[in-house]
């Protein structure tokens, strides 16, 4: 099993930046492409993006494309999210989450395990 444990969110001003971490609880961390996702009040859960297990391919949504990077550490079972140029429509619960190979990683269901997630608010 692995147990996720995210960090860095707070208030940032608009075109500011911050970078979420995301810790996980063992080794077979590195066996999981790990994914962002971030939840606004009412709206569904967004994908952001994900890396692969070995950190050579990475995914974006279109909205974050040339101002969020991801990253990750498996020697240190972390997962990190650059995210700089940042705007007030970025406001919402960052979650990182773990999912095993041949998923769709673009869905919120195609991840096992699930962090408790971190504010992130951008003010104007």
């Known amino acids: 099993q692995v147990q996720l444990v995210e960090s860095g969110g707070g208030l940032v001003q608009a075109g500011g930046s911050l970078r979420l971490s995301c810790a996980a609880s063992?080794?077979?961390?590195?066996?999981?492409?790990m994914g962002w996702f971030r939840q606004a009040p009412g709206k569904e859960r967004e994908f952001v993006a994900v890396?692969?297990?070995?950190?050579?391919?990475?995914y974006y949504t279109d909205s974050v494309k040339g101002r969020f990077t991801i990253s990750r550490d498996n020697a240190k079972n972390t997962v990190y999210l650059q995210m700089n140029s940042l705007k007030p429509e970025d406001t919402a619960v960052y979650y990182c989450?773990?999912?095993?190979?041949?998923?769709?990683?673009?869905?919120?269901?195609?991840?096992?395990?699930w962090g408790q997630g971190t504010q992130v608010t951008v003010s104007s």
């Open positions: 890396i692969s297990w070995g950190g050579g391919n990475t």
């Open positions: 063992e080794r077979t961390f590195s066996s999981y492409a």
């Open positions: 989450a773990a999912a095993p190979p041949n998923g769709n990683y673009y869905y919120a269901r195609e991840y096992d395990y």
